[in-house]
Structures are given as structure tokens and as C-alpha cells.
């Protein structure tokens, strides 16, 4: 079935890089996405990667695909406390139509 | 960049009414996403409005209690109907802007509180 993992809670300190990560249990997942979402707010488009990629860069943002073992992570570097939030990792299924969502990790930036 | 407008942003309830949001979104989409998120949980699609079709549900939401309306490319409804404490949650629409390679754009929620 479609199931996706995240740890829970990351605490990190201010100008530390942070490494969330996630794994996913569908194999024709095409896409995959990282979202952040702050309090009271609604959901932020972090970033996203292919299924044929291995690795995607942006800014302060990487993103790491392992297709066998189906993990992906991101990295923050240079963590700032304005990257505290929840941090949702997802994938797309039945050819894209849909998202499966990760619990969530909470990310907390000590300064 | 696009955007997609959604009210109410909140609302209190009393339990047994109906409550009706709404979503605008500034392009054309084909498909456009209900999703709610329960207090410190992810998010769950509640179903997929399609223009000019039904909507599809997912499994454990049902259309007598989340009916959806999607009467143009841009614009939709979903109501969520004889409200109960349990209905308390965040209710998010989303719709793939620009492609589905590009991720989709999320609506600002809508925080519902049932009394």
C-alpha cells in the first residue's frame, strides 16, 4: 500500500545543517516533494525531485533520492530560526493524480 | 507565481450545521484537491474535484458528508455537512498550477473548530 515515514522532531542549532528524512513504500512513485508549513499557515512548496534524479540542489535546500531503498532526505544548510516549522515529505501515486503524505517533522532551530 | 485563494480561513461551529469553503484559483486547473488535516497530523485527501464530473472520494469519506461542487477550471466547493466535534480540523484545497512536475500549490487552509 501507499505509506510514507518521517521521524517525528528535529532539533537543531542556528547555522547547524539539518537532514530530515523520510521513506516511502511506492515504487511507481514518479515525483517527489518536500513541503514546509509554518504555524496557522497552509503548505509551502519546498521543493520537489524526479524519480530518475539522484540528488537536487537549490539554494540552501538538497535533496537525496535513494530509489532502492526508498529514502529521501533533505538537507538545510546554514539552518536559520526562520526554518522552523513542520516539514512534510510526499509522493505522488496512481500516476500523479494523487499525494500520500509524511507525518511530518517538526523542526526546531535553537539560536 | 499562481495562487490559490480559500475562505473562510476559520470558522466556529455549532454541531449539526454545515459549513461551506470555498476555493479560487487564478488559472485554469483540470483537477483541483480536498485535503484535512487533523489537529498534529498530516494531511488525508478527502477527494479529487473533477470539472464537469462527480467528484472521486477517498476510501472512509463519503459525498452525503463532503459534498463538492466544481462548476468551472478555477473554482471550487466543499461542504462539510452535519458537523460533529470529530469534524474539527484544517481543510486544505490544492491543485497542480502550473504541471504536476512543478508540485502543487496549496490553498492557506481553512481551521474549523466544531462546538
Known amino acids: 500500500g501507499e505509506d510514507v515515514e518521517q521521524s517525528l522532531f528535529l532539533s537543531v542549532r542556528e547555522g547547524d545543517s539539518s537532514v530530515i528524512n523520510c521513506t516511502y513504500t511506492?515504487?511507481?512513485?514518479?515525483?517527489l516533494y518536500w513541503y514546509k508549513q509554518e504555524p496557522g499557515a497552509g503548505l509551502q512548496l519546498l521543493t520537489y525531485i524526479f524519480s530518475n534524479m539522484d540528488m537536487k540542489q537549490d539554494q540552501r535546500l538538497t535533496v537525496l533520492l535513494n530509489k532502492k531503498d526508498k529514502h529521501l532526505s533533505l538537507r538545510i544548510a546554514d539552518t536559520q530560526t526562520g526554518d522552523s516549522a513542520i516539514y512534510f515529505c510526499?509522493?505522488?501515486?496512481?500516476?500523479?493524480?494523487?499525494?500520500?503524505f509524511g507525518a511530518g517533522t517538526i523542526l526546531r532551530v535553537k539560536s | 507565481s499562481a495562487v490559490i485563494s480559500q475562505k473562510p480561513s476559520r470558522d466556529i461551529c455549532q454541531r449539526g450545521t454545515s459549513l461551506t469553503i470555498q476555493c479560487q484559483v487564478d488559472?485554469?486547473?483540470?483537477?483541483m484537491f480536498w485535503y484535512r488535516q487533523q489537529p498534529g497530523q498530516s494531511l488525508t485527501l478527502i477527494a479529487t474535484?473533477?470539472?464537469?464530473?462527480?467528484?472521486?472520494?477517498e476510501s472512509g469519506f463519503v459525498i452525503d458528508k463532503f459534498p463538492i461542487s466544481r462548476p468551472n477550471l478555477t473554482f471550487s466547493t466543499l461542504t462539510v455537512s452535519n458537523m460533529s466535534p470529530e469534524d474539527s480540523s484544517i481543510y486544505l484545497c490544492?491543485?497542480?498550477?502550473?504541471?504536476?512536475?512543478?508540485?502543487?500549490?496549496f490553498g492557506s487552509g481553512t481551521r474549523l473548530t466544531v462546538v
Open positions: 474535484a473533477n470539472q464537469g464530473s462527480e467528484a472521486t472520494y
Open positions: 510526499a509522493e505522488s501515486v496512481k500516476d500523479g493524480n494523487k499525494l500520500v
Open positions: 490544492s491543485a497542480a498550477v502550473h504541471s504536476r512536475s512543478r508540485g502543487y500549490t
Open positions: 511506492d515504487s511507481s512513485s514518479t515525483y
Open positions: 488559472s485554469q486547473v483540470t483537477m
